[in-house]
T-cell receptor, first 114, second 114 residues
């Protein structure tokens, strides 16, 4: 079975540009999570969805970040405008009820903002 | 507030020797506890989880973890380490009945020397 699929795997762009990260969760999973991983801050939860509805976005760093889930098989995380401090690895993960289930992670998008 | 502590940034062990990666947590109630492993340029992979019952949980690749309620610990163990076990290990907790928000530790890097 296909796992969580993220694209692109690597993104290099200049400061001020819009960045869009994409995620396809595992089919049948009704929870989707976006995380950011850096050396300094470790793994941070940015936002998570249940049945395409955002449940907790308290980890979204600022208004430059937005996330959407238009359907059960697709989600995007956008940064506009991007800044060098946004450079990190961004992970998408999915899981399903009951709440004892582990999360399944994609292989991440390595984002570099110059 | 919920928290997870992995007191060691790095653990070094010789191949064939037993290994332990430590984790302590602070959360109200009885949490679900997880261990994940991350290899370079990959997402986190689920190793094992504690839900209830036997305090010794067995997982993938010969790993096991011991839940200790009085010490609020969930240490990861393996009787005989392999060089291929070298990776970054994350302990995680989730509040039982509190939704899907999962708190991850900072990670412990395991080096297994041949």
């Amino acid at each position: 079975d296909a796992g969580v699929i993220q694209s692109p795997r690597h993104e290099v762009t200049e400061m001020g540009q819009e960045v869009t990260l994409r995620c396809k969760p595992i089919s049948g999973h009704d929870y989707l999570f976006w995380y950011r991983q850096t050396m300094m801050r470790g793994l941070e939860l940015l936002i998570y969805f249940n049945n395409n509805v955002p449940i907790d976005d308290s980890g979204m760093p600022e208004d430059r970040f937005s996330a959407k889930m238009p359907n059960a098989s697709f989600s995007t995380l956008k940064i506009q405008p991007s800044e060098p401090r946004d450079s990190a690895v961004y992970f998408c993960a999915s899981t399903s009820t009951p709440d004892q289930q582990p999360q399944h992670f994609g292989d991440g998008t390595r984002l570099s903002i110059l | 507030a919920q928290s997870v502590a992995q007191p060691e940034d790095q653990v070094n062990v010789a191949e064939g020797n037993p290994l332990t990666v430590k984790c302590t947590y602070s959360v109200s109630g009885n949490p679900y506890l997880f261990w994940y492993v991350q290899y370079p340029n990959r997402g986190l992979q689920f190793l094992l989880k504690y839900i209830t019952g036997d305090n010794l949980v067995k997982g993938s690749y010969g790993f096991e973890a011991e839940f200790n309620k009085s010490q609020t610990s969930f240490h990861l163990k393996k009787p005989s380490a392999l060089v291929s076990d070298s990776a970054l290990y994350f302990c995680a907790v989730r509040d039982r009945g509190g939704g899907f928000k999962t708190i991850f530790g900072a990670g412990t890097r395991l080096f297994v020397k041949a």
